[in-house]
């Protein structure tokens, strides 16, 4: 394909990515408010609803702006070479190759971010302080950026040199190699996330002794569910919203609970919390969603192997010769598409799974105690519980509420 032929497909590609994107995201805050659905009349008002709608219209707006300021600049950057320029002028120090990838990549990386923190303050500090969601502070908020940047160059910073390298050394069978690196760095993601990862940012503590451990050590047992460790994370130091999750394998299994989640649910709803997210791990849906990541990451490796080495894509992008960098850059806004049909697939079954954990759920413990919390959760984030069907098709990885209270409450 031709330099120039390349560049306009880059464009396409963008603007279809970009109006897609606000057409779906401009019909689901378009959706008409309902009524008060007779499932939900105790928790939830007219005038919550009305809230709720505010919220999203005020975040749809929001990411319009900053998704529009975001696309008008990669096209700048593409259709003035301005990417090019960068390596040409990174290339004039007399770098090694690897030194100079990675030096281009600080400083698109830093840049981005840069041009990007505004937009992530507003939304922190205007949007969700009005709403009530904000418990970050200022300090909290920044030494969070700072953290980032460092776990960005120790942990990213060093998978990309290792990534580079074999780019340079071993050519197009680079691609099966690193992706063996993958599949080894998402396993240890996975067992070791919240014992080295999550304590960089936040505070975790054994849950105490009570009716709320009995119970769920209790459950555990009968589901024949291994569980030594329950956590309590300060979810609290940054938002009001409540969660929980666990990581791992075998016996580095950990329960992580929102200390928000705690304050906000009676124990037997936090049980069947609980039982959800044991229902995911009984139904293989880990194992199953970790080995659809790493055929991604596999089919991504190839298809990049097909285009990393070719002159066109660097010099369509303004480079001045063949460049590694500027071929990735250029082949992962080619991946746009096919990674959108790709995350396409992954919410439907991400929403099938989320079914079949409510129904484990329910099985094994109750299904009313699951409902309300869901319901709970709901009203107390505005959540959306009207969205447009194509919006979800893309978008959700969780079945709207409304559906999975109907499975529920059959």
């Known amino acids: 394909m031709s330099v120039e032929s390349l560049k306009y497909l880059l464009v396409g590609v963008l603007v279809f990515g970009y109006l897609v994107r606000k057409t779906l995201g401009y019909l689901n805050v378009k959706n008409p408010i309902p009524r008060v659905p007779d499932t939900l009349s105790e928790y939830l008002s007219y005038s919550k609803l009305q809230e709720s709608k505010a919220y999203q219209r005020e975040n749809f707006l929001f990411k319009f702006i900053a998704g529009t300021f975001s696309f008008l600049i990669t096209l700048l950057f593409i259709t003035q070479g301005w990417f ?9 120090f007399g770098f090694q190759p690897l030194l100079k990838s990675l030096v281009f990549f600080g400083i698109v990386f830093v840049g981005s971010d840069i041009l990007s923190l505004p937009f992530d303050y507003y939304a922190t500090f205007v949007i969700e302080e009005k709403y009530g969601f ?18 960005s160059i120790l942990v990213g910073g060093g998978l990309l040199l290792v990534f580079l390298w074999l780019i340079h050394q071993m050519g197009k069978d680079f691609w099966w190699q690193f992706w063996l690196v993958a599949i080894v760095f998402m396993v240890l993601v996975n067992l070791f996330y919240t014992a080295w990862i999550l304590p960089l940012f936040n505070k975790l503590t054994p849950l105490a002794d009570g009716e709320l451990k009995h119970k769920i050590m209790h459950y555990a047992k009968s589901v024949k569910f291994p569980l030594d460790n329950i956590f309590v994370m300060d979810g609290s130091k940054r938002s009001s919203k409540a969660n929980a999750f666990f990581s791992g394998f075998g016996r580095r299994k950990k329960v992580v609970l929102y200390d928000t989640l ?17 229902g995911h791990y009984k139904k293989k849906h880990i194992v199953w969603g970790m080995l659809a990541a790493v055929l991604q990451v ?21 480079g001045k010769a063949w460049s590694a960098e500027l071929n990735i850059i250029g082949f992962t806004m080619l991946f746009a598409p096919i990674s959108m049909i790709l995350g396409i697939g992954m919410n439907w079954l991400s929403r099938k799974n989320e079914f079949e954990a409510d129904a484990f759920a329910k099985q094994t413990f109750e299904g009313k105690p699951l409902a309300e919390a869901l319901k709970t959760l709901s009203v107390k984030t505005l959540s959306n519980i009207n969205p447009h069907p194509w919006y979800v098709f893309v978008n959700y990885s969780h079945p709207p509420l409304l559906e999975r209270l109907e499975r529920l409450e059959k």
């Open 262 to 278: 705690l304050e906000q649910h009676p124990p037997d709803e936090l049980v069947a919390v609980l039982a959800h997210e044991i």
């Open 298 to 318: 596999g089919l991504m490796l190839f298809l990049l192997a097909q285009f990393i080495f070719s002159e066109n894509m660097s010099f369509a992008l303004g």
């Open 84 to 92: 090019g320029a960068i390596d040409t002028w990174v290339g004039e």
């Open 134 to 151: 904000n418990k970050t502070t200022v300090k909290t908020f920044f030494s969070d950026k700072i953290k980032g940047y460092l776990l």
